[in-house]
């Protein structure tokens, strides 16, 4: 039968017999990495391309669907712009809880045995950098996407998000779906 079960692709089970297990690298934890590192330099890469190539500040509002326009927007809070912090203390403050979270993240991807949870582990941490990388370069996070839906009489706007942000919901909805309808999800008798 050999180190693979049927039907899980690697487990934990794959670690060499007497082998010390690591506390921060597992079995899929190169993968998750490769996950994050891409969303983290595509991220990374279009926010540069939107701030210095497009110059995405100086432009304004720019439409680029009915239901979709592009705008910058420094967001010195956290998701949806909750707790703004303008002084550097602040920033910073939630720059150092955002590196807790990933080394928390970090955990748990070195110990998990499902492909499905380290891609979405690698999703939100990648996303996670990435919006760190912003704090710490620029103090706030730069977003730049808007849904919005508008009637004659009516407006509705969404908030203002980035490709890091889509990582990380992306990341959540797969931990929820592998929670809830996965092979490991708790089933009823």
């Known amino acids: ?14 670690a060499e017999p007497g082998a010390r297990p690591s506390f921060l690298r597992g079995p899929l934890s190169a993968f998750g990495l490769g996950i994050a590192a891409a969303v983290c330099v595509a991220d990374q890469a279009l926010k540069l391309w ?27 809070g956290i998701s949806y712009g909750l707790f ?47 919006n760190g990388i912003d704090r710490a370069a620029y103090g706030a996070v730069a977003d730049f996407v808007l849904l919005h839906a508008e009637t ?7 908030y203002v998000f980035n490709f890091a942000d889509v990582a990380i919901v992306a990341g959540v909805a797969v931990l929820l779906y592998e929670s809830f309808v996965g092979d490991r999800a708790a089933k009823a008798p």
């Open 84 to 130: 703004q912090q303008d002084g550097p203390l602040g920033q910073w403050a939630l720059l150092a809880l955002k590196a807790v979270a990933v080394a928390l993240l970090w955990i748990w991807l070195a110990r998990t045995a499902s492909r499905l949870t380290a891609l979405a582990l690698g999703l939100i941490v990648g996303g996670a950098v990435g």
């Open 152 to 158: 004659a009489t009516w407006r509705f706007n969404w």
């Open 50 to 76: 939107l701030l210095f190539v497009y110059r995405l500040g100086e432009k304004g509002m720019v439409s680029v669907m009915p239901f979709v326009d592009v705008v910058l927007t420094w967001n010195r």
């Open 1 to 14: 039968m050999g180190n693979h079960a049927p039907g899980r692709g690697v487990t934990a089970a794959m």
